[in-house]
């Protein structure tokens, strides 16, 4: 019988943090299970190239059903499908998040997620390249540095937010979001800096470690409501390894909730219609779907704008606020680079410059569920984008400050005809018609297993899943609400806190102390 002391299910963002800091005790053996293969393909580390990843054999290539709200549009879903997951495939952009985010998690339920104790986890994680500071730290292993060649348009794009008043912020994620500001990115010596390479790869000849890819988990095993096991798919055939310790679940915002489905836990009179066993009725399985929108205002240029092999294409962006309540996070975060960003239909050849405006906190909610019992097919996912009416106005607000942006004194000798979404769409009726003909994912999907206290939640606040024994959820999924911004580095952060959380429990030392209020004084206030 195969045994390890933790089976880690996914190498992505969350599961390579997980894996190396489980391994850093030579005693500990960790079985990584991965789904894609090894990160070979060229492109991969190529920053420029990120979006020719799309769509091939390192993404799962999720689609929605039909989405009613976007005139019955279905919306693609880039996951990485590959050794480190998503940030294989991502845009690099570092960004964790707004204080605001973390300590509203706590608020929910779930002491020891305040910013204060998160804010170590970011900085352990991290080797920044403008050094040591309050915020910041230069001992991790993820190489977080500045672009190497932005293009002039995203340096005009920060001089234009200045010339509105909007204001410069030389780090998002430091004292302040607000501001604009060139990206900070997951790059290192002018190549894609990915979870797998920052985390995975560096301890590959651990003899305690074994990374298995092109594995695709079918079920966990259980005796009574205790995790015992792992069931995977590997070249055509069934195997089951078992576990001494855990089961870490870090296969992602749809797949995670789909295994937990697939194993019984989930709604109890779902599962029964799929003559699915039930191991744990947790009806919020699945549920809470949550992810960032975007709309895209697009112009030709009038000079010639090539981004470099190095650049990310969303070079520089801005944070702001359009509601006058300035102690919650920003509620709209736009993304500028030298690129004719625009949607199929007002596709354009030459050179150009875009920005896209970001919806941070949308009001709707989706959820996915399993289209059969079979782990082999595709899963049923229903985003419900611009369900509230209130996500459509600010996204046509957003395109409002972009125009400002781009008819600023900063863009005078690069502006050219407006491609997207045309000149002539003015009024507020014409702009909503176009943001729902357009508006698309930004590629941060999370919410399937939150993390609470409640009747929807799935994991406690030590990531553990309610009602089971040896079994926890670590990734963007146990987020109960979107951070404000990319992320992937909140989802690195996840890792890094579950690792110290598992560590606990199995009385193995840890070297983070958290900075906040401990459990107690949280519970007797």
């Not at 407006?418 to 702009?431: C, I, N, R, Y």
């Not at 999907?445 to 939640?457: E, I, L, Q, R, W």
Request: with cysteine.
């Amino acid at each position: 019988m195969t045994q390890y002391d933790y089976v880690v299910i996914g190498a992505g963002s969350a599961g390579c943090v997980v894996a190396n800091r489980l391994t850093e005790d030579g005693e500990t053996t960790v079985l990584l299970l991965e789904a894609g293969n090894r990160a070979t393909k060229p492109e991969i580390q190529v920053p420029l190239a990120w979006t020719s990843l799309l769509g091939t054999e390192v993404d799962w290539a999720y689609w929605t059903e039909p989405e009613p709200h976007l005139n019955g549009r279905k919306i693609f879903q880039p996951r990485g499908k590959v050794v480190g997951g998503s940030s294989s495939i991502n845009a690099m952009i570092y960004i964790r998040g707004n204080r605001h985010n973390f300590d509203h998690w706590q608020e929910l339920g779930n002491p020891g997620w305040s910013y204060e104790d998160v804010l170590p986890y970011f900085k352990k994680s991290e080797n920044q390249q403008r050094g040591a500071s309050e915020f910041h730290g230069v001992d991790g292993l993820l190489s977080v540095t500045e672009p190497l060649a932005p293009a002039v348009t995203s340096e005009r794009f920060v001089e234009a937010a200045e010339q509105l008043g909007y204001g410069r912020n030389p780090d998002f994620n430091g004292a302040q979001q607000e501001g604009a500001g060139l990206y900070q990115l997951t790059i290192k010596d002018g190549k894609r800096h990915s979870v797998a390479a920052a985390f995975l790869v560096p301890i590959l000849d651990r003899s305690n470690l074994t990374v298995q890819t092109g594995a695709l988990v079918t079920r966990l095993l259980f005796e009574g409501t205790c995790t015992v096991g792992v069931e995977y798919l590997h070249e055509g055939t069934l195997h089951q390894v078992y576990v001494n310790q855990e089961v870490i679940l870090s296969a992602g915002t749809f797949e995670s909730p789909k295994l937990l489905m697939l194993s019984g836990i989930g709604n109890a009179e779902y599962l029964r219609s799929l003559n699915i066993p039930v191991v744990a009725n947790l009806p919020g399985v699945g549920q809470n779907l949550q992810d960032h929108v975007n709309v895209p205002v697009t112009h030709q240029a009038t000079q010639d704008l090539q981004p470099a092999p190095t650049s990310n294409i969303a070079e520089a962006g801005l944070f702001l606020h359009t509601e006058s309540n300035l102690n919650i996070a920003p509620d709209l975060q736009f993304f500028s680079g030298p690129v004719l960003w625009a949607p199929p239909a007002y596709a354009r050849s030459g050179s150009g410059f875009a920005a896209t405006a970001c919806l941070n906190h949308p009001q709707s909610r989706g959820s996915v569920s399993l289209r059969s019992a079979s782990p082999v097919d595709s899963l049923v996912i229903r985003m419900n984008y611009l369900q509230s009416e209130s996500d459509v106005q600010k996204l046509v607000a957003g395109i409002k400050i972009i125009r400002q942006l781009f008819h600023s004194n900063a863009f005078d000798e690069f502006r050219g005809e407006e491609v997207a979404p045309g000149a002539d769409v003015t009024s507020d009726e014409a702009l909503q018609a176009y943001v729902r003909e357009v508006v698309d994912t930004n590629f941060h999907p999370v919410g399937t297993c939150k993390m609470g206290t409640d009747s929807m939640a799935v994991v406690d606040s030590e990531l553990r899943v309610h009602g089971i024994q040896g079994l926890r959820v670590v990734d963007a999924s146990i987020m109960p609400t979107l951070t404000t911004g990319n992320t992937n580095a909140a989802t690195i952060m996840i890792g890094e806190k579950a690792a110290d959380l598992i560590k606990a429990a199995s009385q193995v030392p840890t070297d983070v102390q958290p900075m906040g209020l401990p459990p107690a004084s949280l519970v007797a206030q």
